[in-house]
């Protein structure tokens, strides 16, 4: 069956962004010039999503007015013969796409998040992203299929799909941590003798732990916020208990899942990016920032003068 649907949770409160966040969106600030949420977005659409489900807040409506026309905003620019800029504000949502929302009431966890999404999913398989990572990392790069390639293997064999990406041992207890199958196949040992796995194959999953500690981890492959669920996952998200955090945890869902049902690994074409800390997002802007072909050479000259301070 197509998967022509992404949900994605944007009702958390961004506390790891304040005080940034105390009145504007974390997925508002903006990466150079667009929002964070329009680079998720994008993703979505290239991997072939048509209907884009907000999982979202009463405090997000600036979520939904980036989506939204601007009647006003789009005359002034037409007066004005702005055409660029019209034309940049007339794409950001393309005309074929549509943007629904459902509100999360309380925060109870990704699996609770996901849940409300219930109805406006429909009975269909579907797409879940994390609008926090961002793994399409700037434009026209060959690593944008990473999402689109997940969605056809989940359309020719029918299995649930996770991102997955080897992060450093001493971080794990930040991300869901996955466990491979005996018969998955490591493609080389890092300079500490742990397995290394291809970039771009898709693995069996034998386990999966929400945030554990590095002691109990069974690998260093994280879930970097991107799903391809069937449609029968919501049968398990009802039963889901309490995880870590005290939250309802998408990662307890799918272990449940996998307890009948097989979950592939996909493992991700270059590198994520994780702007849900400060860190990462200070990261991600100037990654994004030198790969602009509008700033990258004077950005260059710029940090090279500042780097000799
Ligand atoms: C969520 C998931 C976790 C995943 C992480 C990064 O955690 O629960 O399994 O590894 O996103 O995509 P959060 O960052 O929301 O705490």
């Known amino acids: 069956m197509k998967v022509t649907k992404a949900v994605i949770p944007v009702a958390g409160l961004g506390t790891r962004m304040l005080p940034a966040t105390k009145s504007i969106p974390k997925e508002m600030l903006p990466i150079v010039d667009k929002p964070l949420i329009q680079y998720v977005v994008n993703e979505a659409v290239q991997a072939g999503i048509k209907d884009v489900i907000f999982v979202t807040h009463s405090s997000k409506n600036a979520i939904e007015n980036h989506f939204d026309r601007s009647f006003e905003l789009e005359s002034t620019l037409e007066k004005r013969v702005k ?31 996901i849940s409300k999404a219930r109805e406006l999913v429909r009975g269909e398989p579907f797409a879940v992203i994390l609008p926090d990572v961002l793994i399409d990392d700037y ?10 390639e997940m969605i056809s ?32 196949v ?6 500490n003798g742990r397995a290394i796995y291809a970039q771009g194959s898709f693995l069996p999953v034998s386990n999966l732990v929400e945030k554990p500690a590095v002691e109990d981890a069974p690998s260093d492959y994280a879930i970097v916020g991107r799903y ?35 979950i592939e690994a996909y493992v991700l074409k270059g590198k994520s990016m994780d702007c849900g800390s400060k860190l990462g997002y200070i990261e991600a802007f100037i990654n994004y920032s030198m790969h602009d ?17």
């Not at 940049?88 to 005309?95: F, G, L, N, S, V």
């Not at 064999?157 to 990406?165: A, D, F, L, S």
């Open 228 to 262: 391809v669920l069937s449609d029968n996952i919501w049968d398990y998200l009802e039963y889901t208990p309490l995880g870590a955090g005290d939250e309802i945890q998408l990662t307890d869902t799918l272990k449940l899942l996998l307890r009948e049902n097989e």
């Open 293 to 309: 072909p509008r700033y990258a050479d004077e950005l260059k000259k710029y940090v090279e003068k500042l780097l000799k301070l």
């Open 83 to 113: 055409r660029q800029q019209l034309a940049e504000i007339r794409a950001i949502c393309p005309k074929n796409i549509t943007i629904m929302h459902v509100r999360q009431g309380e925060a109870r966890g990704l699996a609770h998040a």
């Open 153 to 184: 293997r989940f359309e020719e064999n029918g299995r649930t799909q996770i991102m997955v990406e080897k992060v450093a041992r001493e971080s794990v207890s930040s991300y869901g941590i996955i466990d491979f199958a005996a018969n998955a």
């Open 139 to 148: 434009s026209c790069n060959p690593l944008k299929d990473n999402l689109k």
């Open 186 to 191: 490591a493609e080389k040992t890092d300079e």
